[in-house]
C-alpha cells in the first residue's frame, strides 16, 4: 500500500449510498463505478434518485478508491456485476472519470456481452488519459500513489468500439470546467451520444442527478 493510499484510509468519504432494494423480479439495477480518489457514496444523490424510481442500485469499491493496480479493480468490478447479473437480466453502468473506463473494460468482457445495457459516463475517461511528465515523475507518482494513474495513460488511445457489444447505448455526459479530463477521452461521438453541461466541476459531475436520470431513461419526476 503506498503512502497516498494509507492516508486515503483517514480522509472521510462523501456520501454514503442509500439502503439498496432487492435484486430480485425486477428487470434491471444499476452500478455506480466511482473515480480515483472516490468512492461509492459520491453517487449517494443519483442513488436515493434512482431507487425512487423503483430500480435498485449497487456502488461498489474497487482498486483502493480507484489507486491500486487497475488489473484487481477490474477483477473485483468483475465479480460484483457478475454477482448483480445472477438476479436480473441486464445492468446499466454509471462511472465517473476513471469509472467510465473501468465501466468499457467491463463491457469488453465476453462473459457481459448483450448483458451491460447501457454505461452512462460523467467526465469519463473512456479512452484513458494522454502522457504527461517524464518518465521519472510518473514512476514518483507510481511510488506515492499507485499504479493506476500509470496504468490509465495511453500514447495510443485505446479504442472502445472494438470490443463492446453493439447495442450497448453509451452516453457521455460532459463539461466546459472539467480541467481534469481531455475531451479526446470523453467524446464518443462514434459510438454514442455527448451532452454537454456548463459550469460543472469535475468531482460535481456524481451530482448530475437530472442527467444521470435522462441517460437511463428515468422520469425525471424522481428527482425529488
Not at 57 to 76: F, N, P
Not at 172 to 200: K, L, Q
Amino acid at each position: 500500500m503506498t503512502i497516498v493510499q494509507q492516508l486515503m484510509r483517514l480522509v472521510p468519504r462523501r456520501g454514503t449510498l442509500p439502503e439498496p432494494l432487492a435484486l430480485e423480479g425486477h428487470d434491471r439495477a444499476v452500478v455506480f463505478l466511482h473515480g480515483s480518489f472516490g468512492s461509492s457514496g459520491n453517487f449517494e444523490a443519483a442513488a436515493r434518485a434512482v431507487q425512487a424510481a423503483g430500480i435498485p442500485t449497487v456502488g461498489v469499491d474497487y482498486a483502493r478508491r480507484g489507486l491500486a493496480d487497475l488489473g484487481h479493480g477490474e477483477q473485483q468490478l468483475a465479480e460484483a456485476v457478475r454477482d448483480v447479473l445472477r438476479h436480473v437480466p441486464v445492468v446499466d453502468l454509471v462511472g465517473h472519470s476513471l469509472g467510465g473506463y473501468m465501466a468499457f473494460r467491463l463491457a469488453a468482457r465476453p462473459e457481459f456481452a448483450g448483458r451491460i445495457r447501457s454505461i452512462v459516463g460523467l467526465g469519463a475517461a473512456f479512452k484513458g488519459m494522454p502522457v504527461t511528465g517524464t518518465r521519472l515523475q510518473r514512476r514518483m507518482i507510481r511510488w506515492l500513489v499507485g499504479p493506476s494513474f500509470d496504468q490509465l495513460i495511453f500514447e495510443v488511445p485505446p479504442s472502445p468500439d472494438k470490443h463492446i457489444h453493439p447495442d450497448l447505448m453509451v452516453v457521455s455526459v460532459v463539461s466546459d470546467a472539467d480541467t481534469v479530463v481531455p475531451r479526446s477521452s470523453s467524446n464518443v461521438e462514434d459510438i454514442g451520444r455527448v451532452v454537454h453541461v456548463d459550469g460543472v466541476e469535475h468531482g460535481k459531475m456524481t451530482d448530475l442527478v437530472a442527467h444521470i436520470l435522462e441517460a437511463l431513461d428515468i422520469p425525471s419526476a424522481h428527482t425529488a
